[in-house]
């Protein structure tokens, strides 16, 4: 994953829910599936085995983070160990050939908890990080990308 694909990612679980966590999760595998399947046109093996194996550390995740004491999560485990399984597959072989039954479930998954996570008020899961506030601001020859902290002690004139 590029540097800003992981900075994107980053402010987004600075600001996310829980059920929000899980769909970033998601976005995270299949943007790792993504760049692997992308990494073998280019003939880059090494690049295509560490796009998977972050694949891969991902579904480790949301395996962990299952509550067994609902019956639903013998199910994703399920799911999660049939995509692992897809995903060791294709580094075994050095092919990504399985890669495309493990982008199914993941999307699948992620559309059902993407829909959780629009009905989920509950709020940031993390405290006291920063809130982003995004903007843009031209300057001489460029366009700057610029975001303040509305809590910030230290913005405007001290008298």
Not at 52 to 58: D, H, I, T, V
Not at 123 to 144: D, F, H, I, W
Request: charged content about 25%.
């Amino acid at each position: 994953m590029n540097k800003e694909a992981v900075q994107y990612f980053t402010a987004r679980v600075t600001q996310a829910s829980r059920s929000e966590l899980v769909v970033i999760l998601y976005e995270m595998t299949l943007a790792r599936i993504e760049e692997a399947e992308r990494a073998y046109r280019d003939n880059d093996l090494n690049e295509f085995d560490r796009e998977l194996k972050g694949a891969q550390r991902n579904v480790s995740e949301l395996m962990a983070a299952l509550d067994y004491r609902y019956k639903i999560s013998y199910d994703l485990l399920s799911l999660y160990i049939y995509v692992n399984k897809n995903i060791i597959t294709a580094i075994i072989r050095q092919n990504p050939d399985t890669l495309e039954n493990a982008k199914t479930v993941v999307k699948k998954l992620l559309g059902g908890f993407k829909e959780v996570s629009d009905a989920d008020k509950s709020g940031p899961m993390m405290r006291n990080a920063q809130q982003l506030y995004a903007g843009l601001t031209y300057g001489k020859g460029s366009l700057n990308e610029t975001f303040i902290d509305p809590n910030s002690k230290s913005r405007g004139f001290i008298a």
